[in-house]
């Protein structure tokens, strides 16, 4: 299993394949479930409430790399700028959907939050952009992406 895959697999393996408490929006992102996204937000859910965790379910889709959801929510007006506001595994308050999508190489999610207007310049409490993660880890597709576009 590659990098990218391994570490939202081993937190979906410790959570019991959903997390343990957040708004049943969060949970059913985190499993891309797209039907029961679709369900709750028919049903009144919000698409850019906060779960216990101060993360969206943007935030958990781009996490756990579920490109359909990510679409959904954007369509129905998910912040894509939204940052984190605590703590969870290795990311800290400030972090962006797109570095967490950059951060684990998935580029059709970068894509998408980039077409959403995403914020590339947005820089985690480490001083961070998703460009940088994405060259760190070698992720050339998204490199492609997030690199500034050079004047013809």
């Not at 990098?3 to 992102?29: H, N, Y």
């Not at 967490?100 to 894509?111: E, N, R, T």
């Not at 001083?127 to 993660?133: E, F």
Request: proline fraction near 7%.
């Amino acid at each position: 299993m590659s990098r990218m895959a391994l570490v939202p697999f081993i937190a979906l393996l410790l959570c019991g394949a959903t997390l343990p408490a957040g708004t049943k929006l969060s949970r059913a992102a985190v499993d891309g479930d797209l039907v029961k996204v679709q369900e709750l937000v028919k049903g009144g859910e919000q698409v850019n409430e906060e779960d216990r965790w101060g993360w969206t379910p943007l935030l958990w889709a781009a996490y756990y790399g579920q490109p359909q959801v990510v679409d959904f929510l954007l369509a129905q007006g998910a912040d894509p700028n939204r940052l984190t506001k605590l703590n969870y595994g290795n990311f800290k308050p400030g972090t962006s959907a797109l570095i967490l999508a950059a951060y684990y190489g998935h580029a059709g999610i970068v894509k998408a939050l980039l077409e959403a207007k995403a914020d590339p310049a947005i820089k985690d409490n480490k001083g961070m952009t998703a460009l940088t993660y994405a060259k760190e880890f070698d992720f050339g597709p998204c490199v492609e992406l997030l690199q500034p576009k050079q004047p013809d």
